[in-house]
């Protein structure tokens, strides 16, 4: 594959193999992974087998990436454009790009040049929701993207705008359901005021909202979260249960997105992409994004010390240094680039232990304690992460910060939504 780069855009050209080289590494992947486990079925396996009725004889679109996979590994695209009386008629990828194959920020533009599949249009840039005439003559738009349970995950804000789109276009949403990997019944942290609402932040449900991409698109209907509401069908998740990690399951895990390559990072990533909003490196330009963080001015052994001094449930700090560096695809112009950073990784010890948005914050606060001269928290990024307006009263005293009762009345509302137990 060769890129054009041009004005922070990639400009995708001659990349007609890039759907097989993908899927081989894909596959790759999924063979080595035990699948010894329960038998949870994707939505996009259960509409194979047992919902074709849904699209038969239909025009559709489609919205997904490299996530969108069956138990084989096979693409969904592949899998739908294989099936007789279906007219796949359009893709559209969210950030990322459709094989993952772009950095945080980066646009992609394929401007027809995967002659092998339909026109592929991009709804991360100047447009990020489907126009009247990209929904024209479509009978139905499938949403078929693995989420991994944080509100400023971007995917599913596009979940939304598509919602939108399809219902002023009177276009059906057909959801196929993926589990949230990181379970369906931890929620965490505060609920987003609306008057931050942002592409990173498009709902008003906590950081970790313990949901299903197919039960939050119930319920952002359900609550009238989006101006007009479609004609919404939820293909569900057979075998799933809210207790369940992703590795608790024969589903196998393929990367999302540039920066969450693992289960455990997707269990950390809630909490620390609040490092995002400040001048601390979260990892990023290094091959463990958010599982470790630094900045030059860090003095790794009296901050280790401190982390490890607070006795976090579920996790430990080890000193660390190490140089952040631009890495194509995956992050572009990382904070402190190639210079030593110095810091603290992180080492799950029990994930079901592990608070991640709590800890994460007591990291915050401690950096702001040591560091008071040189850690810095830019508001308004903060205000659209965090979601409230409150966040350096938090850090200085966290007794100050107590959201259990928006939480259990955010888990009673939600429930109503619930397709698993």
């Known amino acids: 594959m060769y890129y054009l780069i041009l004005s922070f855009s990639i400009l995708i050209v001659g990349c007609a193999k890039q759907p097989k080289s993908i899927q081989q590494i894909q596959k790759e992947t999924i063979s080595s992974q035990s699948i010894d486990h329960k038998e949870v079925q994707v939505g996009l396996d259960v509409l194979l087998s047992e919902r074709l009725d849904l699209i038969q004889g239909k025009s559709i679109g489609l919205v997904t990436n490299h996530s969108g996979l069956d138990h084989n590994g096979t693409p969904n695209y592949e899998r739908l454009m294989g099936i007789k009386n279906v007219n796949l008629k359009i893709i559209f990828s969210p950030e990322h790009g459709l094989f993952g194959e772009a950095a945080a920020g980066e646009k992609v533009k394929y401007n027809g040049q995967i002659k092998s599949l339909p026109p592929i249009v991009s709804l991360y840039g100047n447009n990020r929701k489907p126009s009247p005439e990209e929904l024209d003559k479509l009978d139905a738009i499938i949403y078929d993207i693995q989420d991994i349970g944080a509100r400023f995950y971007t995917y599913i804000s596009t979940l939304g705008l598509v919602m939108e789109a399809a219902a002023e276009s009177k276009v059906q949403v057909i959801v196929l359901d993926r589990p949230n990997p990181i379970t369906g019944n931890n929620i965490e942290g505060p609920i987003l005021n609306m008057d931050h609402q942002?592409?990173?932040?498009?709902?008003?449900?906590?950081?970790?909202?313990?949901?299903?991409?197919?039960?939050?698109?119930?319920?952002?209907?359900?609550?009238?979260?989006?101006?007009?509401?479609?004609?919404?069908?939820?293909?569900?998740l057979k075998n799933w249960k809210r207790s369940l990690w992703l590795d608790e399951t024969n589903v196998f895990w393929i990367k999302p997105s540039p920066n969450i390559p693992d289960?455990?990072?997707?269990?950390?990533?809630?909490?620390?992409?609040?490092?995002?909003?400040?001048?601390?490196?979260?990892?990023?330009?290094?091959?463990?994004?958010?599982?470790?963080?630094?900045?030059?001015?860090?003095?790794?052994?009296?901050?280790?010390?401190?982390?490890?001094?607070?006795?976090?449930?579920?996790?430990?700090?080890?000193?660390?240094?190490?140089?952040?560096?631009?890495?194509?695809?995956?992050?572009?112009?990382?904070?402190?680039?190639?210079?030593?950073?110095?810091?603290?990784?992180?080492?799950?010890?029990?994930?079901?232990?592990?608070?991640?948005?709590?800890?994460?914050?007591?990291?915050?606060?401690?950096?702001?304690?040591?560091?008071?001269?040189?850690?810095?928290?830019?508001?308004?990024?903060?205000?659209?992460?965090?979601?409230?307006?409150?966040?350096?009263?938090?850090?200085?005293?966290?007794?100050?910060?107590?959201?259990?009762?928006?939480?259990?009345?955010?888990?009673?509302?939600?429930?109503?939504?619930?397709?698993?137990?």
């Not at 949901?211 to 939820?234: C, D, F, H, Y």
């Not at 007591?362 to 810095?376: G, V």
């Open 263 to 421: 289960l455990e990072t997707a269990t950390i990533y809630p909490g620390m992409c609040l490092l995002e909003a400040t001048n601390v490196n979260e990892g990023r330009g290094t091959q463990k994004p958010f599982k470790r963080f630094g900045a030059p001015w860090i003095n790794k052994i009296f901050l280790v010390n401190a982390l490890n001094e607070m006795d976090f449930p579920g996790v430990k700090f080890s000193p660390i240094s190490y140089i952040p560096k631009d890495i194509p695809g995956m992050a572009n112009n990382p904070k402190f680039e190639d210079q030593v950073c110095h810091g603290a990784e992180i080492i799950l010890t029990d994930r079901d232990q592990y608070s991640t948005i709590k800890t994460g914050v007591q990291i915050l606060s401690i950096l702001e304690k040591l560091y008071p001269n040189q850690f810095e928290i830019k508001i308004s990024g903060m205000n659209r992460l965090w979601g409230q307006s409150n966040f350096e009263n938090i850090i200085r005293d966290q007794s100050s910060w107590n959201d259990t009762e928006k939480t259990l009345e955010f888990r009673e509302i939600s429930k109503k939504y619930y397709f698993y137990d």
């Open 198 to 236: 942002s592409f990173v932040g498009y709902y008003p449900i906590p950081i970790r909202y313990g949901l299903t991409v197919g039960e939050l698109a119930k319920m952002i209907i359900g609550e009238r979260w989006i101006s007009v509401s479609p004609n919404l069908v939820v293909v569900p």
